[in-house]
């Protein structure tokens, strides 16, 4: 696609065709700064559409990793009863470390008896902090400022300047 200008053909890209006249008009682009913008709005494409993990995974660090254990219950043929053994079994099911935790908030139940909480990684500080400024905005901070001595005002700095002043020889 060519158009015609005053100074010759221009090209699709703003260069002048054929050597009528070299360089590109007012205002175009480099080549490589066209492919660094079209990189820039892949990438952010790409990043938008990875956001809810993203967010996903914000979210786990800050509020930490823990396993829910409860003592392994064994079927003791002598009595027909499920008796614990000395091992621990990992709680998967969701459904069944909220009745773990609803039965201790019931008083059923004790963490300590009947399950353990073992936390594997802390909750992260900085992602709660970062998550809290992006959702509620970063929260304002005072300064507290002490100084000593006088404080001038401007129109006390006019005022000097338009006084003579006297020297201390008295002249």
């Known amino acids: 696609m060519k158009k015609e200008d005053k100074k010759g053909i221009r090209g699709a890209d703003g260069r002048f065709v ?3 006249k070299i360089g590109r008009f007012k205002g175009a682009r480099n080549v490589k700064t066209i492919n660094r913008e079209l990189a820039l709005e892949e990438y952010r494409q790409q990043m938008l559409r990875m956001m809810k993990p993203i967010m996903v995974a914000q979210l786990q660090s800050a509020q930490g990793l823990c396993v829910v ?8 043929y002598k009595t027909k009863k499920l008796e614990r053994s000395g091992e621990l079994a990992q709680v998967k099911n969701p459904e069944e470390i909220i009745e773990l935790l609803e039965a201790t908030e019931r008083g059923e139940k004790a963490e300590g008896e009947d399950y353990h909480i073992v936390w594997t990684r802390d909750p992260n500080v900085k992602a709660i902090k970062d998550i809290w400024e992006m959702v509620f905005g970063k929260p304002q901070e005072s300064v507290k400022v002490e100084h000593r001595g006088r404080v001038l005002l401007l129109d006390d ?13 008295g002249k």
């Open 157 to 169: 700095l006019n005022d000097d300047e338009e006084k003579p002043t006297k020297s201390k020889t």
């Open 18 to 20: 054929k050597g009528k």
């Open 69 to 76: 254990l409860r003592p392994k219950l064994v079927k003791n």
